[in-house]
């Protein structure tokens, strides 16, 4: 299985390092549309090679998307530590009604119904 893995992180290094090569050319990225931009004096541009803004906007789709799924499995999460703190509670009820001894004298009447049965 680690092989595999090592097998496919190569191929996919490959195939970055070959888009990043094929997409050097400088692109001009703008904060807003030149209409716009011009009567609010926001006139933001940069220069980066393409393969940046590619690589950039791969990761901020993560980003977003796992930010999208923490925030929408909140009510999930939510559940099971409630959940969690229930069966904490019961355990310790449990514990504690072991401990008083009114469980053992229960057990041993039956104990001792069974053997006067026998």
Same mark, same amino acid.
């Given at each position: 299985? %680690?092989? +595999?893995?090592?097998?496919?992180?190569?191929?996919?290094?490959?195939?970055? +390092?070959?888009? /990043?090569?094929?997409?050097?050319g400088a692109v001009? #990225?703008?904060?807003?549309?030149?209409?716009? /931009?011009?009567?609010?004096?926001?006139? &933001?541009?940069?220069?980066?090679? #393409?393969? +940046?803004?590619?690589?950039?906007?791969? +990761?901020?789709?993560?980003?977003?998307?796992?930010?999208? $799924? &923490?925030?929408? $499995?909140?009510?999930? %999460? /939510?559940?099971?530590? %409630?959940?969690?703190?229930?069966? %904490?509670?019961?355990?310790?009820?449990?514990?504690?009604?072991?401990?008083?001894?009114?469980?053992?004298?229960?057990?041993?009447?039956?104990?001792?119904?069974?053997? $006067?049965?026998?």
């Amino acid at each position: 299985m %680690r092989y +595999i893995r090592y097998a496919f992180l190569g191929v996919l290094a490959v195939v970055l +390092i070959s888009v /990043a090569l094929a997409n050097r050319g400088a692109v001009a #990225l703008h904060l807003l549309p030149n209409g716009l /931009a011009k009567p609010l004096g926001l006139d &933001w541009t940069i220069n980066l090679p #393409l393969f +940046i803004v590619i690589f950039a906007a791969i +990761i901020a789709g993560l980003l977003i998307g796992f930010v999208w $799924e &923490w925030l929408r $499995e909140h009510k999930h %999460r /939510a559940t099971a530590a %409630r959940k969690e703190g229930e069966v %904490r509670h019961l355990k310790r009820e449990v514990s504690r009604l072991k401990g008083t001894g009114a469980a053992k004298e229960e057990h041993d009447d039956v104990l001792a119904l069974l053997d $006067e049965a026998s």
